[in-house]
């Protein structure tokens, strides 16, 4: 018999994240995209809305192999992280699945993974999203993709 199990593999993840947002708004600045991968790129025209750091999980929990019975794998629960901005402050909560970003003005977002590149050794991979429209007013209502960048950790072993 076997029980479920959650397991914070001691995967801890710093990650820069930018929120970029469409250019007919009035926004915090530009970010220069020049050193980042091609893949990972937010399109032309886009500002920065927010630039903050995250710190946070990646949970995984232990299955029963459906391939192998009576064995057990590991298997995807999950991350959580807290983004804040550069003072420490809590601006947003991120968790999935699926994929969300909450402002603590209760703005949120979703996304779909458009692309990834690598990053360094034993960090998870950089990451460009294409966020859905907030249908609460907020920081986050005008957000069109998210940028997950300077990681350190959450590679699992």
Same mark, same amino acid.
């Given at each position: ?43 032309? &025209?886009?500002?920065? @809305?927010?630039?903050?750091? /995250?710190? =946070?999980? %990646? ?7 459906? #391939? ?42 979703? &996304?779909?993974?458009? @692309?990834?590149?690598?990053? /360094?050794? =034993?960090? %998870? ?7 859905? #429209? ?24």
């Amino acid at each position: 018999m076997m029980k479920n199990q959650t397991m914070n593999k001691g995967l801890k993840i710093t990650v820069a994240s930018i929120l970029m947002a469409v250019a007919s708004q009035t926004y915090a600045g530009s970010f220069s995209q020049d050193k980042l991968p091609s893949e990972v790129r937010v399109p032309a &025209g886009h500002k920065v @809305a927010m630039y903050t750091t /995250a710190e =946070g999980n %990646i949970t995984w929990e232990c299955k029963a192999n459906s #391939e192998n019975a009576g064995k057990a794998k590991w298997a995807f629960a999950g991350p959580r992280a807290i983004l804040s901005d550069n003072k420490g402050n809590h601006l947003v909560s991120y968790f999935g699945p699926p994929a969300t970003w909450e402002s603590l003005d209760g703005s949120s977002i979703t &996304g779909k993974q458009l @692309a990834v590149s690598p990053s /360094a050794k =034993g960090s %998870i991979p950089m990451q460009l999203v294409k966020a859905n #429209e907030s249908t609460r007013p907020g920081a986050l209502k005008d957000v069109t993709y998210v940028q997950r960048i300077n990681l350190k950790g959450g590679a699992r072993t």
